[in-house]
Nanobody, 124 residues
Framework: QVELVESGGGSVQAGGSLRLSCSPS????????MGWFRQTPDNEREGIAL????????YYADSVKGRFTISRNIPQNGVYLDMRDLQPNDTNVYYC?????????????????WGQGTQVTVSS
């Protein structure tokens, strides 16, 4: 199973911005879709942004729509997550995940490969 590697987490003040990056740890010939997830208070992984490898279709959770943008990291065959206007309730561990084939959605149960997560902390 190919793992994914996240980077770019850190600490910012409310209203600040961060960019997360995700790339496969070894050669991944293709992926169907890739996205970002974070933990809910009841320990589920909530999908917040996802995109297909081909085309312009993107999905966003309502909680981040208009503030977060997912885009292709072409040199590393992965994705970025640009986060702006961060708020304290965005504090979380952010996980990158990929689905290799089949239908795609923000449902974490559909994802095939996961990264270890990167911490984002937003202070008020």
């Amino acid at each position: 199973q190919v793992e994914l590697v996240e980077s770019g987490g850190g600490s910012v003040q409310a209203g600040g911005s961060l960019r997360l990056s995700c790339s496969p740890s070894e050669a991944m010939s293709s992926w169907k879709c890739m996205g970002w997830f974070r933990q809910t208070p009841d320990n589920e992984r909530e999908g917040i942004a996802l995109m297909y490898a081909v085309g312009e279709t993107r999905y966003y959770a309502d909680s981040v729509k208009g503030r977060f943008t997912i885009s292709r990291n072409i040199p590393q065959n992965g994705v970025y997550l640009d986060m702006r206007d961060l708020q304290p309730n965005d504090t979380n561990v952010y996980y990158c995940a990929a689905r290799l084939g089949g239908i795609c959605s923000l449902n974490s149960l559909l994802m095939d490969s996961w990264g270890q997560g990167t911490q984002v902390t937003v202070s008020s």
